[in-house]
């Protein structure tokens, strides 16, 4: 059976305290730890670099699912892997070689992930499934925590699901952007497996029970 995996995003944690929150996740049973590296060029926001990502190494055996909202990825493959990334998460609206990205990617012993914004078509990974580890479905427009989620995502995952199904592809089904107790399930039903949360997990009352909740909310619709 497939299994539920939560991926808190710490772009909402208190970065004064990083390496509490990280345990704190650790703790609530969270299967990744999502890092949302932003360049300031492919979304307005900045955020951080390989720094933060070798921080987050030493602090957790979690994996670290690295979601690169940056122009230019393939300049930070070699420094981000190195850092410890997992797996390196790049989106196809600034990736016009995504078959030679995602080699890479995998060359440097990471799960390779490609990103789309909710409006771009899901067939730009069509022809590189076999080089996919892990496709992430944006339910938002990338740049910012605490967005809405777009409604229309759903009927987008159950295509992606669709079309990794009948490819025989072994990767992860992730959605994210605006995930909270009331978006969660609709997605797993839809077929996603893989859930980000930043805003749901760190701004509710008890963020390590929140973990839990979320699972909970999708293990109920089995
Ligand atoms: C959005 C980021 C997300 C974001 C999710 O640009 O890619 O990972 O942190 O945050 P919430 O769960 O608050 O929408
Ligand atoms: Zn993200």
Sequence with gaps: MTRIRIAPSILSADFGRLAEEVAMLEAAGADSIHVDVMDGRFVPNLTFGAKVIETLRRRTSLPLDVHLMVVEPERYFDDFAAAGASGLTIHAEVSPHLQRQLTRIRE????????????????????????????????????????????????????????????RSAAALEVDGGINRDTIAECWEAGADTFVAGNAIFSAPDPRAEVGALRAQCARRV
Excluded: H, K, W, Y
């Design 108 to 167: 440097l012993g990471c799960l390779a992930g490609v990103a789309l914004n909710p409006s771009t078509p899901l067939n730009v990974v069509e022809d590189v499934l076999e080089c996919l580890d892990l496709l992430l479905v944006m339910s938002v427009n990338p740049g910012f925590g605490g967005q809405s989620f777009i409604s229309q995502s759903i009927a987008r995952i159950s295509r992606a699901r669709r079309m990794l199904d009948g490819a």
